[in-house]
Each structure stands twice: as structure tokens, then as C-alpha cells.
């Protein structure tokens, strides 16, 4: 799925960021909602902010708190109060991936007039710079190899279909490996899942238009469509893009088609963001009976999904469908 003289995404997702307003908000959500141990937490200076992160159906999911003691809090130059403001106290809020080929993609990203910058906010105007390991947190265990550098950009909101971020080190990161191996999919603490995720199906990102938004996949990652129609939860028309290699990662491209969560989201934030997160799942009665269980709220429902209230979940809504994106692809829908 290489794209033509530029570079391509790797596929599955690296992880999913959501901006978050307190540490404790996080691990009480993560702990609670995805019964997996937290792997990772505290301060990084180089970001100026506190994380956790968690691994679930494949990914990781990082809860950022932004330093605010400095003014502004902000991420890569971009402004983060009307994530932190949201109902909840926060919002999912990018995507990841690591790339191959980095320069020829930030050259295409130019020729779409999308802009890009460093971790500390400054503009990339040439070719994307790349340092050598990052300062770790006081006391972790992760070592990187010798003479290990990444290259990494974080495209603006206003310019495409939210931000993203795109990675291309020499290796992959210390302690990711092996992180994606789908014949341990419990990767927690109890011998079983209670939700019984299965793996990622795909991410929902809030847009003012999916055929442009679908476009500028095809475009510059070379990305498929597999589907197109209604989605009921998020009141919205879709398009569904798959990008990267192999079985890829999907992208559920909403356009709100009423008043709906959707439509919140682009009036809330100005411009597409991150909007959920699904996945994959074995049993619905069995995520209905864990998510009551912990006391998380529904914000829809159908016969084949639920989604979290954000406000019960740190912001964020996530999914969980026994009608997974790939299983679609599968039956020759897409």
C-alpha cells in the first residue's frame, strides 16, 4: 500500500493521544473502564507535560495533562483550553503513526498547504529534524539503543482532518515492542477481559466534510475507502478510509447530518478533531453488564455498539462494536 514517491504509513496505529486535566481522572478511567495496568506515567519536560498510557486492543492510549503553569496550556504550538473545558475535562484529541519516508511526506503535506511542526511548537520549514533519545522519566526502566534518533511532526488542526502525528525513528521505541500481538489480546492484570476487546476496530474523527477529508487520505497516505453511509450513534455521514500497510488502520471520516455528538465536537473545537475511539469486542452484554458494573454512563446505543458518555470517561467517548471495521473488509462490504 506504499504510495507513489512519497512516504507511507505503517500500520496498525502507533497510539491515540486524549488531553485530560488531572492524572488522577485518568487512572481512576483507565483502571476502572479498561481493567489494564497503566505502563507508563509522569512528567516530561520536553513536552511540558504529565501522561499515563495505557495498551488496549493493540494501542496505546496516552492521557495527557498539559503543564498550565506557564500561561496558555499548549502541545506542539497548538492551544489546549477547549480540550480541557469540555464536559468531562478533557477530549480525545489526535492519532499517530509511524511513517516511513518522512521527508517525502512532509513535502507532500506542503504541495496540500497542510503546516507541521516540532514537539516544542516550532514550524518545520525544511527537512524534518531528527534527535536523539528524549529524556525519560526519573526511574524508568526504558533504555534506547545506541545512537537511537526519531524524526517526528504534528500537523496543524485547521489544515486537514485534525492533527496527527507522525514518527519515523531508526528503531521502534523501547518497551513498544511486541506490544501488538494479537494471541495475547488480554494484556492486564486479571486472567479475564471483562470486556472481552478483541482489537481496535477503528477511529471516529469529527469533520466538516468526509469526501475532503476522505480525499486528503487517498491523497497523501494513499489511503482505501471500504465504506460509505450513515453512522446512528454520531449522526453524521461517513466514509471509511483504511491507511498503512497490511490490514491497516480505519478511519471512520464523520460529517454531522444533524445535531449530534458530532456536530458538537466542530463547534466546540473550530475545525475536525478526534472525535472516538472503537473497538472490537466478542460480546455487547458483556461490555453493557462491566461498563454498569463501574457505574460508566452510555451516550448511545445500538444493537450492535455502545459509546461511552464522555462525561463519566475523562472526556472521551469510546466504542465498543461486535461489527468490527476489518470484519466488514472481510466480507467483501467494502
Known amino acids: 500500500m506504499k504510495g507513489k514517491n512519497v512516504g507511507f504509513l505503517e500500520s496498525p496505529l502507533f497510539h491515540v493521544t486524549q488531553i485530560i486535566d488531572s492524572l488522577d481522572s485518568a487512572f481512576d478511567s483507565h483502571r476502572r473502564l479498561f481493567c489494564r495496568p497503566v505502563f507508563y506515567v509522569g512528567y516530561w519536560d520536553v513536552a511540558s507535560r504529565d501522561a499515563i498510557a495505557t495498551i488496549v486492543g493493540g494501542i496505546v492510549i496516552e492521557g495527557m495533562v498539559p503543564d498550565q503553569r506557564h500561561g496558555s496550556p499548549s502541545f506542539a504550538g497548538q492551544y489546549l483550553s477547549p480540550f480541557l473545558n469540555a464536559p468531562g475535562g478533557?477530549?480525545?484529541?489526535?492519532?499517530?503513526?509511524?511513517?516511513?519516508g518522512i521527508n517525502?511526506?512532509?513535502n507532500e503535506l506542503r504541495k496540500k498547504g497542510v503546516r507541521f511542526v516540532e514537539t516544542n511548537g516550532e514550524l518545520i520549514t525544511g527537512t524534518v529534524p531528527a534527535h536523539g533519545p528524549i529524556p525519560v522519566v526519573p526511574g524508568s526502566t526504558m533504555r534506547?539503543?545506541?545512537g537511537w534518533t526519531s524524526a517526528v511532526l504534528y500537523t496543524y488542526f485547521e489544515d486537514g482532518p485534525g492533527l496527527i502525528e507522525l514518527c519515523e525513528p531508526s528503531s521502534r521505541h523501547p518497551g513498544i515492542k511486541g506490544q501488538r500481538d494479537p494471541n495475547t489480546p488480554v494484556q492486564g492484570d486479571r486472567e479475564v477481559d471483562p470486556l472481552g476487546i478483541e482489537r481496535v476496530s477503528h477511529q471516529t474523527v469529527a469533520v466538516p466534510d468526509a469526501e475532503a477529508a476522505a480525499r486528503f487520505f487517498e491523497d497523501i497516505f494513499n489511503g482505501q475507502r471500504v465504506y460509505a453511509g450513515e453512522s446512528e450513534t454520531a449522526v453524521a455521514r461517513t466514509v471509511i478510509v483504511r491507511v498503512g500497510d497490511g490490514d491497516g488502520s480505519f478511519l471512520e471520516l464523520a460529517e454531522p447530518s444533524g445535531p449530534g455528538p458530532v456536530q458538537s465536537d466542530l463547534d466546540r473545537f473550530g475545525h475536525a478533531v478526534l472525535h472516538a475511539c472503537t473497538f472490537k469486542v466478542a460480546d455487547l452484554g458483556a461490555v453493557r453488564e462491566h461498563l454498569e458494573r463501574e457505574e460508566f454512563a452510555l451516550e448511545s446505543e445500538t444493537a450492535t455498539t455502545v459509546v461511552t458518555d464522555p462525561l463519566g470517561a475523562s472526556g472521551s467517548r469510546f466504542g465498543f462494536t461486535t461489527t468490527g471495521m476489518a470484519d466488514l473488509t472481510a466480507d467483501g462490504n467494502g
Not at 480525545?92 to 503513526?97: G, K, N, V
Open 90 to 100: 478533557g477530549h480525545l484529541h489526535s492519532l499517530a503513526w509511524y511513517a516511513v
Open 104 to 106: 517525502d511526506l512532509a
Open 144 to 146: 534506547y539503543p545506541p
